[in-house]
């Protein structure tokens, strides 16, 4: 398949390419993209069917060529709610994560069993509808942060601990401009 389709598979939905990804495949898309010529191949492909690629912060993803109307805002908010909805927990247990930090499963439950305030007692609810349990109710949360591509494991075979990719950076920023509409 050509680096142009799956570049679009892969970025179709929202998703983002990170510099940092463990995913080999994912590293070899980034440096493929890093080229030049490569790049603005892709983006006259992308172009042509109203997308533009973006690169910012060691990341590609896609985006309208165009500005979202209020109504496709609205649209992606909802879509990535949860995503926003995870992040804002794990920034809580981890203040200050950044793009490359490294912590554990183990470490988030830990936090959380210590300190859990009311309101994120009920983002956790609201997440985790189904889930009783402290350890169920994380392991939601990372599920939804690492299908968002803004974490992976470190290790396939280590449930436990894993790394933050640089796409976290892309996300921060929505929610920083999210923070700032509500005030």
């Known amino acids: 398949m050509a680096l142009t389709a799956i570049v679009f598979e892969i970025l179709k939905d929202g998703s983002i390419i990170s510099s940092n990804s463990k995913d080999e495949q994912i590293r070899s898309i980034f440096y493929s993209l890093s080229d030049d010529n490569v790049f603005e191949e892709t983006q006259k492909v992308f172009q042509q069917i109203g997308f533009k690629l973006i690169y910012e912060d060691n990341c ?72 009783d349990d402290l350890s169920g109710s994380m392991e939601v949360v990372l599920k939804i942060l690492r299908e968002n591509r803004i974490i992976e494991r470190i290790d396939k075979k280590n449930e436990d601990k894993y790394f933050v990719l640089d796409s976290i950076g892309y996300f921060n920023s929505i929610l920083k401009q999210l923070e700032n509409s509500d005030a």
Request: no cysteine; net charge positive; aromatic share 16%.
């Open 60 to 131: 590609f993803y896609l985006s309208k060529k165009s500005y979202f109307n209020d109504k496709e805002q609205d649209k992606f908010i909802k879509k990535y709610r949860d995503s926003f909805l995870a992040l804002s927990i794990l920034k809580y247990f981890f203040q200050g994560i950044s793009s490359g930090r490294e912590f554990s499963k183990s470490s988030l439950i830990a936090k959380a069993n210590n300190n859990l305030d009311l309101q994120v007692k009920e983002t956790l609810e609201y997440l985790t509808k189904k889930e």
